[in-house]
C-alpha cells in the first residue's frame, strides 16, 4: 500500500515514497531531480522503489512538466491524483477569490503547517513562508480559514533581473550584512531583506487581524538561505509539502 507524494516547483521535483497513505507513515524513500532531468526518473530514482499503490502530487511547473513526469510512471500501474486548490479541504478553508488559481503548492503547505501546528496545541493564527523559485507568504487565521498572501521573486529571479535591467550589477553572490560595503553583499542583503521585510509585514498584519501571536513556519529549497536573517520565531520545516499531501492522501485513499 505504498504511496508516491509529488511536489513540482519552478526549478525542481521533490518525491518521497512512504509505507502507506497514512499521517504517520514512514518513508522508505526520497529523491530530489531538477526539471531538465526529469526524463530521467524511471530509470533513475524511480527504477529502484515499489510500485506505488497510489500517487498525489501538486505540480506548478505546467501541464507540459506534469505530461512529462506522468509518462516516468508508465512503468507502474497507477492513475496520479494531482492537487487542484478547492474552497475547502483537510480543514482549511480557501479565501482565495477563485479558488482554484491558488498555487497547488501553496495550498498544500497551508494544509501541512495547520496540521502541525494544531498538533502542537489550540488553534491560532498561521504564516506559511515558502521560500523556492518564487516566495510565497500566506496568511491563515484561528479558524483554519485562508485570508491570503504574497507573492514575491525568489533569490534568483530578484539578481537575474537586476543584472539584466542594469549595466553595472554582474557580480558574485556575497553575504548577508545590515550594512553592505560592496556590490556583491548589496545585492545579497537587499534579496534577503525584501524577503524578510515581506515576512515581517505579514506576521504584523494578521497578528493585528486576529489579535493573537501568529505560528510561523517557513519551507522550501532557499529556506535554510533565509532563516538566519528571519524574525526569530520562523520554524525551518523541510517536509512540510509532503506532510500536507499526506494530510490530503489520508482523506482520498481510504
Ligand atoms: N543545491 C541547490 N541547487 C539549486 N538550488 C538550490 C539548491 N539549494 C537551494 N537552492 C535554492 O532553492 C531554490 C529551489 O527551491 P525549490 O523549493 O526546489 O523550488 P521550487 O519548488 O520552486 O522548484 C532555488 O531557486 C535556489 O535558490
Ligand atoms: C507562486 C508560485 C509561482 C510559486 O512557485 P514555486 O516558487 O513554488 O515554484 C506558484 O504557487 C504559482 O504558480 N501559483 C499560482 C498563482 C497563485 O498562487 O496565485
Ligand atoms: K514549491
Not at 498544500?108 to 518564487?134: E, F, Q, S
Not at 556590490?183 to 498584519?205: C, K, P, Q, W
Request: charged share 20%.
Amino acid at each position: 500500500m505504498t504511496f508516491l507524494a509529488i511536489d513540482i516547483g519552478n526549478t525542481r521535483l521533490k518525491w518521497s515514497l512512504y509505507a502507506s497513505a497514512t499521517r504517520d507513515a514512514a518513508m522508505l524513500a526520497q529523491g530530489v531531480e531538477f526539471l531538465e532531468h526529469i526524463e530521467k526518473l524511471a530509470e533513475g530514482g524511480w527504477a529502484s522503489i515499489a510500485p506505488p499503490r497510489h500517487v498525489l502530487g501538486c505540480v506548478v511547473a505546467g501541464d507540459t512538466v506534469r505530461r512529462r513526469v506522468q509518462e516516468q510512471m508508465e512503468q507502474w500501474d497507477v492513475f496520479p491524483q494531482w492537487v487542484v486548490a478547492s474552497s475547502y479541504e483537510a480543514g482549511v478553508n480557501n479565501g482565495y477569490d477563485y479558488p482554484a488559481r491558488l498555487g497547488a503548492d501553496r495550498w498544500v503547505a497551508m494544509i501541512g503547517a495547520w496540521h502541525r501546528c494544531l498538533a502542537r496545541g489550540p488553534a491560532r493564527p498561521l504564516v506559511v513562508v515558502m521560500v523556492g523559485t518564487a516566495v510565497t507568504v500566506d496568511a491563515i487565521d484561528a479558524s483554519g480559514r485562508f485570508l491570503g498572501g504574497l507573492i514575491l521573486p525568489g533569490h534568483g529571479i530578484m539578481l537575474r533581473a537586476l543584472e539584466s535591467g542594469t549595466a553595472g550589477l554582474h557580480v558574485p553572490t556575497g553575504n548577508v550584512v545590515e550594512f553592505p560595503t560592496n556590490t556583491s553583499d548589496a545585492l545579497t542583503s537587499g534579496g534577503t531583506f525584501a524577503i524578510a521585510g515581506a515576512v515581517e509585514r505579514m506576521v504584523a498584519h494578521l497578528r493585528q487581524r486576529c489579535g493573537a501571536e501568529p505560528c510561523c513556519v517557513m519551507t522550501g529549497g532557499a529556506g535554510w538561505k533565509m532563516a538566519p536573517s528571519m524574525p526569530s520565531q520562523f520554524e525551518l520545516v523541510d517536509n512540510l509539502l509532503f506532510d500536507g499531501l499526506l494530510e490530503m492522501a489520508a482523506r482520498r485513499f481510504v
